[in-house]
């Protein structure tokens, strides 16, 4: 079956980085376009990055150039550089494909605070 691992958050202070992994399994990972989100406490799940089987990459406006989506197709595993991070990054960082339906991990922590 489909199945989706986050891992790699943690605490960072304003300014770090951290780099989070998404392990994927039961779907043929080099031909789907994966996305990653996140959802801070009281807040709606947000679209941050999506990268596509060609490696074409699309981010969103409150990540661009701070965040960037990468794949290694050999690995079945999706990751997302997280730079000069805030603590208005502080969230729940998901990954998820299309399959259809909509698969999702569980989900990794990232605490940004000094």
Do not use: H, M
């Amino acid at each position: 079956q489909v199945q989706l691992v986050e891992s790699g958050g943690g605490v960072a202070q304003p300014g770090g980085s951290l780099r989070l992994s998404c392990a994927t399994s039961g779907f043929a990972f080099s031909t789907y376009a994966l996305t990653w989100y996140r959802q801070a406490p009281g807040k709606q799940r947000e679209f941050l990055a999506r990268i596509f089987s060609s490696g074409t990459t699309s981010y969103a406006d409150s990540v661009k150039g701070r965040f960037t989506n990468s794949r290694d197709n050999a690995k079945n595993t999706l990751y997302l550089q997280l730079s000069r991070l805030t603590p208005e990054d502080t969230a729940v960082y998901y990954c998820a494909v299309v399959y259809p339906p909509t698969y999702w991990g569980q989900g990794t922590q990232v605490n940004v605070s000094a």
